[in-house]
């Protein structure tokens, strides 16, 4: 009865292969104005993406290329590049230097061309109240914060976004294995294979996953088009989305957009299996934990304190 | 004879006393409206509803939890006809299932309203797509739910075209379906529970008792309905439905409330008396959190109104009383719909996972798409439920009116 789909990886192509058809793909001409209502027939009937193979893999990130150039305007690159081996990401974020800014939120909103409007954000940064207070399982938090400067008096943040679990409880619920995990540890998302049942969402346990409740719109000049399959690609409308720890970055070995973007170098992302990255340093030498431990979803995303006092106020 | 079958189908669907067109056109209607606002969800999504991220399950699963219980009917029928002989039940059983049909209908209608890219419904076919069986609990519910749609619509089907030709229908072939459909009605409340039961994201409802507390609290009000409706059918038709069958199903239903209030008692202390930080979904229900209060009238009607009915039902002279026993029936209708529907639902999400408090409600577009769904379970039934007494009455077919079939 199963149709487990594990160990029928044919999509995962090799780097070198892939690319050489990616200049193939960008040979072929423009999508004339007709073949549009052929390109929707053809997504209502797509198959999962790891169900294609190569050549389909192929014809499909060119016919996206074409699509969305010329939707937005700009030369558009559309990869799926695959895992990078023996890589684990991992991620370790600085709760003593956060002061609540925000401006991973909105490089992450860039990055990942989430919608405007409605607005979708991947991370969310909660502010709690110093001493007593609630805060370990995540009550009392505080999304809407707007004093004129942050960090405030008396206030500490903790950003939270998709925690990467290795045992993810959004995987195991869906029904038709629309999420899953690959190889590197990244829970992503098929959003041509998604039905919206929005059965992930309740059952993660750390708000990581946003609906497209209406139609995403981006505006052309924010376009990022640099683009991943799995990762930043245009949503749609009635699917799942989630943090990727931006695959169409890390997967080159470039830092995610939120880490670039934080400005107090609160946070840390590298690679699990290499003992000299970053991220082995912190959990090596700092007191990591990780949020809602109870559960048991053993996340790849740590927090810590790299200073006693935390930030001064 | 077949020919003669449909024609005589199709003139007992049509003809009927100025209520029962009246009663058709209404629910036509209704539906009509709920297929116009359908059209508005479609062009702009779900966000034309007052979910959002915090809350991403609202009305249409309530009423999907609420209309599974439904579907019980038909098994607190089927257990005292065929499991202990019971006869006077045996001109009902088949109008339970009709219900069964019904119900299990709207669930499905709902479910298919709450998602998002409905169009992609072939993604979860078994073998044309992927169905992540067993690991994800809702291709679970997918199959019990399609089955007991399946099971009751043939054993009705079965048991009309024997009665019509003026036969029995208890045969060896069929009987094994029917003691079957028994544990397949516990299945589709059992696999529902576990939906939710299964996400300990979710304290609310990561607990062990909702299972049976399910169970119970449908035996209650697909039954309730049932009452009502019976004395309906035996009002305005020429079927006989004896107080005996009425009585027993009364007294089912008795029970099952004992232990649906048991059950809440459970869980009531132990949410209290360990009053941990998983309390806080327990108390935005029931109290109130951080001033944000607007289930707690609700839920206290459900418990008040669901403790009146058991407390008339409990007295058997009371509960013989048909007019006492209509109240009691509408006040478990109207308990379990808030208890199972809004008081389950929206407080699992409430707080969220990240502690905040969205004070989802249903909006006008939501209530009148559920509204219109409600009117085509209802037609079914009506419709269902005509053809089924005009049958078993003799009006149309071979059926002898005064056998125990």
């Known amino acids: ?313 | 004879m077949v020919i003669d079958a449909i024609n005589g189908i199709l003139r007992t669907v049509v003809t009927g006393s100025r209520e029962y067109k009246a009663w058709v056109g209404f629910l036509s209607l209704l539906a009509l409206v709920g297929i116009v606002f359908v059209f508005r969800q479609i062009d702009q999504g779900l966000i034309a509803t007052n979910m959002r991220d915090e809350v991403s399950w609202g009305w249409y699963i309530a009423n999907f939890t609420f209309l599974v219980g439904v579907a019980a009917a038909a098994v607190v029928l089927v257990i005292p006809y065929y499991i202990y002989d019971f006869k006077p039940i045996g001109e009902i059983v088949l109008i339970g299932e009709i219900m069964a049909v019904a119900a299990v209908s709207m669930c499905l209608m709902f479910i298919v309203l709450d998602m998002g890219s409905a169009e992609r419904f072939w993604h979860l076919i078994p073998m044309i797509g992927i169905f992540n069986f067993p690991q994800s609990i809702l291709t679970w519910d997918v199959v019990v739910l399609n089955m007991y749609l399946v099971l009751n619509l043939t054993l009705v089907i079965y048991a009309l075209s024997k009665i019509y030709a003026g036969k029995s229908y208890k045969t060896k072939l069929i009987m094994p379906f029917i003691f079957f459909s028994v544990p397949a009605a516990i299945s589709i409340h059992t696999v529902t529970a576990f939906l939710y039961l299964g996400a300990p994201a979710r304290p609310f409802w990561n607990t062990a008792v909702l299972a049976p507390r399910f169970i119970a609290s449908a035996f209650c009000s697909g039954p309730a309905f049932m009452l009502i409706i019976f004395q309906i059918i035996r009002k305005t038709t020429k079927l006989k439905i004896a107080d005996e069958a009425l009585h027993k199903v009364a007294e089912i239903v008795t029970w099952c409330m004992a232990v649906n209030l048991f059950l809440l008692g459970s869980e009531v202390f132990k949410e209290m008396y360990s009053a941990t930080a998983h309390i806080e979904p327990f108390n935005y229900l029931w109290n109130g959190l951080r001033g944000h209060s607007q289930l707690v009238p609700w839920i206290w009607t459900a418990l008040i109104v669901n403790s009146i009915a058991f407390l008339i039902l409990i007295i058997p002279s009371i509960r013989k009383n048909f007019f006492m026993l209509n109240i009691a029936c509408a006040f478990i209708f109207i308990g379990v719909y808030i208890e199972k529907g809004m008081g389950l639902i929206f407080p699992g999400f409430i707080p969220g996972t990240l502690g905040e408090i969205y004070d989802y409600m249903p909006n006008a577009m939501e209530l009148w798409i559920s509204l219109g769904v409600w009117a085509i379970g209802l037609l079914i039934f009506t419709i269902g439920a005509k053809i089924c007494i005009a049958i078993k009455t003799g009006e149309i077919g071979h059926a002898d009116p005064s056998a125990h079939h």
């Open chain 1, 1 to 313: 009865m199963s149709d487990d789909i594990k160990g029928k990886d044919k999509s995962l192509i090799t780097r070198r292969k892939f690319l050489a058809g990616l200049t193939a793909g960008a040979a072929a001409s423009a999508l004339p104005a007709g073949e549009a209502g052929a390109y929707a027939f053809e997504e209502l009937f797509r198959q999962h993406y790891k169900r294609l193979d190569a050549d389909d893999l192929k014809d499909i990130l060119a016919k996206l290329e074409e699509e969305l150039s010329f939707k937005y305007g700009k030369e558009v690159h559309a990869k799926a590049t695959p895992p990078l081996d023996n890589t684990v990401f991992g991620y370790a974020l600085d709760l003593s230097r956060c002061i609540g800014c925000r401006r991973c939120v909105y490089a992450c909103v860039r990055e990942n061309n989430l919608s405007r409007d409605p607005q979708i954000h991947w991370i969310k940064v909660l502010e709690f109240q110093k001493g007593n207070n609630k805060w370990q399982g995540l009550e009392h938090s505080n999304r809407y914060y707007e004093p004129e400067q942050v960090p405030e008096k008396g206030r500490f943040y903790v950003p939270v976004q998709c925690q990467q679990c290795k045992k993810p409880p959004c995987v195991k619920v869906c029904p038709v294995q629309a999420t899953w995990q690959e190889p590197d540890g990244i829970v992503v998302v098929d959003y041509n294979w998604c039905i919206g049942c929005r059965f992930c969402m309740a059952a993660c346990p750390y708000g990581a996953r946003s609906f497209n409740w209406g139609k995403p719109s981006i505006l052309k000049e924010e376009f990022n088009p640099d683009i991943h399959y799995l990762g930043n690609r245009p949503q749609y409308k009635g699917i799942v989305g989630k943090c990727t720890f931006c695959i169409q970055r890390s997967r080159q070995g470039k830092y995610t957009a939120c880490v670039e973007a934080c400005p107090v170098g609160a946070r840390k992302f590298g690679n699990l299996m290499d003992p000299n990255s970053e991220i082995r340093y912190v959990l090596e030498n700092m007191k990591v934990f990780r949020l809602k431990e109870e559960l048991d979803t053993n996340p790849k995303f740590f927090y810590f304190f790299s200073m006693g006092t935390g930030v001064k106020s």
